[in-house]
């Protein structure tokens, strides 16, 4: 590699992440390990390409093979999730959320999104970020006792405020989601419905999650958590809102698309498409419910009770432990996840009562049932017993574990 002589402060922090990567459990819900041929395309000369505009319509010379990508990148997002439009080129989710809420509304439109306390993404809504700064935010919530949607509160704050927009999706909710109720309300309040599928677009692409699509006008998300891709970005919409999309990303907020990642995404979309994707995502799931079983059966709380998804998030109120004190001891024993707010948290988004795992990561690397009950077993002993010696007996397991499944890109 130049780099190593080139940039030798950057190269070592690269090869120290490497050996991170490797030797330590990757359970944040929202990562992935990109596969050798993503890391390719996006550490390709199509870094160095401008590219303003769309394929065939382009606002520099020399982009004939950048449209040949972008076409593909487009082609096979409409055929992994059957959309009518989709736009590939936001540089992020959020990007593909802001661009999208500019095509459908003016500044100070009412969005109904879910409550970042609850689940929801700071996108949907959050004061502090440019959809709580820029719209009226209306927010709905779980319910207290099980932790899930009230389908018929959510009706009745939607008839109540007629919303313009409805944004159903979320960062840190383990059950499925029902679109096809959310675009009965939608369309009962005359809102059009945006569903941010972010975190479980993989297993929507395979089938393991109700689709959105037929039921949404506009459905967000990104490529590199579920989907195993770059990290980036995209929309898909019912055809009627294709120009305004379009418009709203280029030139509305973005300039040059990242045509290096957009070609990794072509290549993630084409591997979703192949059976073994399929495959690959059930393991996901079941090795959640694996997760969420054996944490139970420890008797460790649950929020909604398990998961229906490739994701969990513990209760730790009954431990008498925060989220940010969980989040410290599992790192100290090579465990990689992070705090999360759980519904009605008492605590402040910086210590939080709960902790969020997800297993598309060490479903990557080829963990199945019998790790999944052995990593909640170490769990459920680092965070109930918190001393030396279970945290260094439990540093050993995961090495062991880490060394048997090697990081094979
Ligand atoms: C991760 C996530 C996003 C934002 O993605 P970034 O690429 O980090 O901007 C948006 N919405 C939801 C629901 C997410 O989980």
Not at 144 to 154: G, S
Not at 278 to 300: C, D, H, M, P, Q
Request: net charge neutral; hydrophobic share 35%; with cysteine.
């Amino acid at each position: 590699m130049k780099i190593k002589k080139i940039d030798p402060e950057i190269y070592r922090a690269i090869k120290k992440e490497e050996e991170r990567e490797n030797s330590t459990l990757e359970m944040i819900a929202s990562e992935n390990y990109a596969p050798a041929e993503i890391l390719e395309a996006a550490g390709s000369c199509m870094t160095d390409k401008y590219a303003e505009g769309y394929p065939g319509k382009r606002y520099y010379g020399g982009c004939e093979n950048v449209d040949t990508v972008e076409s593909l990148a487009i082609d096979r997002a409409k055929k992994l999730f059957g959309c009518e439009h989709a736009n590939v080129q936001p540089h992020s989710g959020s990007q593909a959320n802001i661009a999208a809420y500019l095509a459908l509304l003016n500044i100070g439109g009412k969005i109904m999104g879910m409550d970042l306390s609850c689940g929801g993404h700071l996108t949907h809504g959050h004061p502090l970020n440019f959809s709580g700064k820029n719209f009226n935010i209306i927010p709905y919530g779980v319910r207290r006792d099980d932790q899930l949607i009230d389908y018929n509160e959510v009706q009745e704050i939607a008839i109540r405020e007629k919303p313009d927009l409805i944004v159903t999706g979320a960062s840190a909710y383990p059950a499925r989601i029902d679109f096809k109720r959310f675009a009965e309300i939608a369309s009962s309040c005359g809102a059009v419905l945006l569903a941010d599928i972010a975190h479980i677009a993989g297993l929507v692409a395979a089938g393991l999650h109700p689709d959105p699509v037929p039921h949404c006008d506009i459905v967000t998300t990104t490529t590199h958590k579920t989907l195993r891709g770059p990290r980036g970005g995209m929309i898909m919409c019912r055809e009627k809102y294709a120009v305004d999309i379009d418009r709203s990303v280029f030139p509305g907020i973005q300039g040059g698309p990242l045509m290096h990642v957009i070609a990794a995404k072509a290549v993630c979309f084409n591997n979703a498409l192949k059976v073994n994707f399929k495959k690959y995502a059930s393991e996901v799931v079941e090795n959640a419910r694996v997760l969420a079983e054996t944490l139970k059966k420890n008797g460790i709380t649950l929020v909604t009770g398990g998961t229906e998804t490739h994701l969990l998030l513990l209760d730790l109120r009954p431990l008498n432990i925060t989220g940010r004190e969980a989040e410290s001891l599992l790192q100290d024993a090579g465990i990689i996840a992070n705090k999360n707010s759980i519904p009605y948290d008492p605590e402040k988004p910086l210590v939080t009562s709960g902790l969020r795992l997800g297993t598309p990561a060490l479903t990557t690397r080829g963990m199945g049932r019998q790790e999944m009950e052995l990593i909640a077993l170490l769990i459920t002993d680092i965070l109930k017993k918190r001393d030396e010696k279970t945290l260094s007996s439990a540093e050993g397991e995961i090495k062991k574990l880490c060394r048997k499944y090697p990081l094979k890109r």
